[in-house]
């Protein structure tokens, strides 16, 4: 049901009965004029006798946000779509003897906008148990347990001295206020028959006639504060045997001095945490330019409907953050659980599961998971992922008893802790891909590949802002090992790496990749220049590899973004450079290239810019000067004069050479023919590749800037800030740059967490001198199934390691056709 915490408020909707309801009230008048009622039991008496619905105080609303699975009528709507065989046919059509949905989402009423009852019953007793309780709570943990006992003493009463069953499965004369116990056959769900569910229809052989068989059960003294708030939540739950759900008693909104759907669902709970504030969560915010979700209703509540089958369409609706599934008939939660990544709340109590999918170690979000008096032996490790999990409730279930010590014990951040630290992992995946995209033949000698990585630091790689991942996978000298081994593997002839402190770069990649022919090139960001060199040995960077049997290093610049910026002259007296890019001391790596064969000479570029969402300008800015001081270092190189010594000192695998020709074992070394270097009319004409993490989504202000050349100096993403002539006149820069996975649409993401899933680094060339012939493809999308996020232990970094293969323009080798031995017999005889 839609906003599940709106859906009992006073005047919510009309109610209509159907002719059977109506005999059923006639019934219970008779009953009632015969054993008058008394106390609570005679103001529920008498509002039930009210034939109309109270008035609504909701006001008109015209929804146009993703279709509720009940709302009616509607053309989109999928109950109206069922009555023409669409794809909820089987939840809304099955055979059930009384027509009309008992399901209602969102609450909120509008003009032609007609909701079928749901829980008449359960409302009038809300109203009545807010007026006899003085309107407190009995949310777990804030409710009295002395609350609790008074609310179960005084339904106990009330079933003996009216007879009135289903009430915790007592037993009656089979009368029962809540209509919806059985009426719903199939809301999301399987087959339910009947009006009224029998006493015992939710019983379980754990929990004979509603009283847990736990040994911690509400009978004995709780041993702690967490084994008691359990019990509170499990007594809570039981509760909506014959009430509101727990969540909808608990919401302010059930408060009759409230504006029934005055917030229409939008209003934040009162006890509700902020994101931990994770780095993901932040890039999501900024490279998503949007605002909060504008979904209406975020809620489902099928609670009491006897479902035994939940239906796939339900994990269409990726956005619920509720979803209550409890006092069902259920035996199997679908692994399509997965998909509802947003849950923040979920209740599967009161059914008949015997396990958990792994799955369900993809609801990162989930603060509650409540599964209360189901059939449970034993939890999967991947539960362990749930590391903002606030309440597992497992009473009532038949529980490994060493896993249950240690939820009884310590709670169920312990619980959580234990499980994802001891687990074992996914599966490995599965090789990801190589692209070809263009199947040309090639020189090798004009061929070169690009590796860039953003590694994330190990200062950053914390369990607070990665708590679904195993401490062990976090630790540096795990994931180093395992970007090591990645490099390796890849073996391409530059290496980009960003997030690299100086220590690891001097103590562990530089002398590691010595080893594979390969030199290095590391500045830190500005701020180390500040701090003494023990303090800046931990300050992050850019470092850029290459390999010396391949490549000259000509030359390597730093730029310094923040410093750059503040000596322009056209920035002097703005505000906004100083209060907004000074204090960022992001830097570039410039590095310039010839290849020792080709004379062929390349620009690579290595850079990590600002992260901040609400710093989208500086981001632009940043990217505006980096753009401006490579073009200035192009004309320089441009005219750079030729190379003369291109013998690397030494062989790809180290060993010596003799003066024979031959190396240490005898081998001969065919002598290569080096050609000179190239020459260049500009700057632009040099080749040039791009590395950056850019915390920039597609369509942002900085892919703009850099795909197309240009940028608007009334761009969305600069504001109303003022940059001297870039917020003027507009940035430009000359080169024709194209991001290397634009050949295949980019990646679906290079940044995979819970909470920010999407393409932000990049690797660009320039189109002019450069072509794309092969790509590293995509991460195993089975494989992602099951991972939340990284890192993890195969992906050591929260990023995604991006490769390109290039082949420098103008130099396609020229393939001759074989015709075999007959065509080398005629070239023979015509040279002879």
Known sequence: ????????????????????????????????????????????ASLQQRTGSPVSSRSSYKFTDTPSPTRSPGARSPAAAAAQGGPFAAMFNAANHQQGQHVMM????????????????????????QGQHGGQTHHPGAAAAAAAQQHQDHHTGHAAAAGHGGHLGGAGHGHQHNLSGGATGHAFGGAG??????????????????????????????????????????????TTLTLTHAH?????????????????????????????????????????????????????????????VIAPPLFNYTFLTKLYFNNNKLTVIPPAIGRLRNLRELDFSLNQIHELPPEIGMLTNLRELLMF?????????????????????????????DLKSIIIENGTSELIKFLRDNAQGPEPPSERDWIVTDETQHLDEDKFSVFSYNTLCDKYCTQSQYGYTPAAALEWEHRRQVILDEVRA??????????????????????????????????????????????AKQVDGCATFYKDSKYILLDKQLIDIARTAINRPDMKGEQDIFNRVMPRDDIAIVTFFENRVTGSRMIVV?????????????????????????????????????????KPWRFTNGDAKNEDGTDTEGNGKEEVVMRPSMEYSSGSSIPLVLCIDSNSLPGSGVYDLISSGTLSHAHPDLGERKYGAFTREGMTHPFALKSAYGAVGELSFTNYTPAFTGVIDYIWYSTNSLQVTGLLGEVDPEYLKRVPGFPNWHFPSDHLALMAEFVVKGRAKKVEADFGDGGRDRDRGGRS
């Open 106 to 129: 969102n609450g909120a009423g509008s003009t032609g906008h007609r909701f079928m009852h749901m829980n008449l019953a359960k409302q009038f007793q809300q109203q009545q148990h």
């Open 606 to 646: 290595n850079t990590h810019i600002f992260w901040d969402p609400l710093y989208k300008d500086v981001k632009v800015v940043q990217t505006a000067i980096l753009m401006e001081q490579v073009n200035k270092l192009a004309e320089k190189y441009a005219k750079w004069p030729a190379c003369t010594d291109k």
């Open 193 to 238: 028959h009947g009006y009224g569910a029998p006493a015992n229809a939710h019983a379980h052989p754990h929990m004979p006639n509603g009283t847990p068989g736990s040994i911690h059960s509400v009978l004995s003294k709780p041993p702690n504060e967490h084994w008691a708030h359990q019990l509170h939540y499990a007594e809570n739950a039981r």
């Open 248 to 308: 909808a008693r608990s919401h302010p909104s059930t408060s009759r001095s409230m504006a029934a759907g005055a917030n229409n669902g939008m209003s934040k709970e009162a006890g509700e945490k902020e994101e931990r504030n994770r780095a993901g969560r932040d890039v999501a915010a900024d490279v998503d330019g949007t605002s909060a979700d504008e979904q209406v209703w975020k809620s489902l509540d099928f609670g009491t409907q006897n479902i035994k």
């Open 1 to 44: 049901m839609a906003d599940g915490q709106y859906r009992f408020q006073h005047g919510a909707s009309p109610f209509f009965y159907s002719h059977q309801q109506q005999t059923q009230g006639q019934q219970h008048q008779l009953h009632q004029q015969q054993h008058p009622p008394h106390g609570r039991a005679a103001a529920v």
């Open 490 to 535: 890849r073996g391409g002839e530059i290496i980009c790496l960003q997030e690299v402190d100086q220590d690891s770069f001097n103590e562990f990649f530089r002398p590691a990749l010595a080893h594979n022919d390969y030199k290095g090139v590391f500045w830190p960001k500005s701020r180390a220049r500040t701090m003494t060199e023990r303090e």
């Open 373 to 401: 008096d189901n059939n449970l032996e034993t939890l999967p490790y991947e539960l362990g992922s749930l590391y903002q999990l606030e309440m597992l409730g497992i009473e009532g279930n038949p529980l490994n008893e």
